[in-house]
């Protein structure tokens, strides 16, 4: 990386259970293969690591609890997280940090632990997707949210999620850290919940105060891919299936101020990406 600092974004979700490990990992896959960029994708839900179950890994050989002697004694460097990430065959420059298996642990990590974490992955990726909790009662939600560079939020169309729970959580007590809504790009999942009578963007919009919105719409057969364990397959094996992050991935992609640099490419698909533009509904 030159001594440049790669840039860090994070996801949370407003409600658990919605999706938003899903749009965090298939969103950092789709950055990573249309980039060529090295990516990193950390599993930060302390209390409900997943993600190695998605690419069928029953136990993993490194966690992020594996890490804690590094990370309490303030020793991790990027080289070293680079050795212990998971690299998929199928996803291409895709590294992957799996979480805490060890629920009982996770009250007991700290913030300098998660800073030393977050200046690592910093080191040793262009770019780092963190996937934290719904909860702001943790180290890893509260510092990825506070240091990330661009933040995302995850949502559905329906009321309490994108009402009750933004309000309690993100707004009440995300602003105690000097972050209000504007300061976030709203992502509104659309798969499991688009034919329950939900919420438009617009309303949405109006609601939470967002500015920057995009809408995800994922077919229902993912689903089957992360009970199965067969994620990876799925991105890899169809470009509409990985394409369909490209709302939110094109967005983050000019956040970067990467737009002009890849603009210059021959792949009239990447220019195509990089000229969607989120339309509230």
Known sequence: MSGQQGSLIAFAGSTPNIGTSLAAFGTAYRIASVTGKRVGYLCLNLKSAKTH??????????????MRPELKSGTLTGSKLRQYAFAPSRLDGLHVLFGNLARDQAEYYEPEQMDTLIA????????????????????????AMRAADHRCLVTTGS?????????????????????????YHLVLMQSKYRHAGG??????????????????????SVHLQLDSGRLDEWLAADERHASAFDPVAGTLLRQLNWEERLKRTERPWLRRLLQHRSRGR
């Open 159 to 183: 009321l309490t999620h994108f009402q009750e729970d933004v309000n309690r959580w993100t707004g009440q007590v995300g602003s105690q850290f000097g972050l209000s809504l504007a300061n």
């Open 199 to 220: 919420f438009g963007m617009k309303e949405i919009r109006k609601e939470t105060g967002a500015i920057s919105l995009s809408e995800l719409q994922l077919a229902e």
């Open 53 to 66: 179950l998605y690419l069928g890994i029953d136990r993993p050989e490194i966690t992020l609890g594996g």
């Open 120 to 143: 690592a992955a910093r080191d040793a990726f262009d770019v780092t997707v963190a996937d934290v909790s719904a909860y702001w009662d943790n180290a890893a939600t509260v510092c």
